[in-house]
């Protein structure tokens, strides 16, 4: 072969790769500061967003014959819904003072939902919620009556000074 056939040759094999590099090589894209990928364990510090559903589960289910009853902040624990059976009328039931759920919402701004439901199959017996020490309830409606079979659910968040709001809605 001669030298200028050898240099042909050559020039032809660095352009096919160089093209073939081109089209296979993966393509810079602009950098979004989006992270994607999957992450472990319980603490997530980063917005996500879950486009389909989330399901939560948990109950917690109490019944009493007096007047007044309390709940405490252990019945709360790793639930989605709080079923009270208030098994006479007029009852009051009070949220547990703040200092006993520092792991409900351990830190300020933690916020988390529960359903508070009226389970007594008793015609016209309903119950009235009232707050605990260190709850402030923030309610949307003019009573906090929940009706027999009705739910409204309870936002609880986690303010500076130890204090948690609880958004009240009468719902279904």
Known sequence: ??????ILVLLASALIAGGVAFFVAPKATEDTGVSVGSGSGQEHYNHESFLAAITRGGRFATSTDDTTATALGSDFKDIAR???????GSITLTLPAT????????RVGDTRDVFLCNATTTAATPFTL???????????????????TYCATLTFSRKANSDIDVFYNLGY
């Open 1 to 6: 072969m001669k030298a200028h056939q050898f």
């Open 82 to 88: 709080y079923d009270f059976t208030p098994n006479v």
């Open 99 to 106: 200092s006993t759920m520092s792991d409900f919402v351990p």
């Open 130 to 148: 009232a707050a605990g020490t260190g709850m402030n309830l923030v309610q949307s409606t003019s009573t906090l009556a929940i009706n027999t």
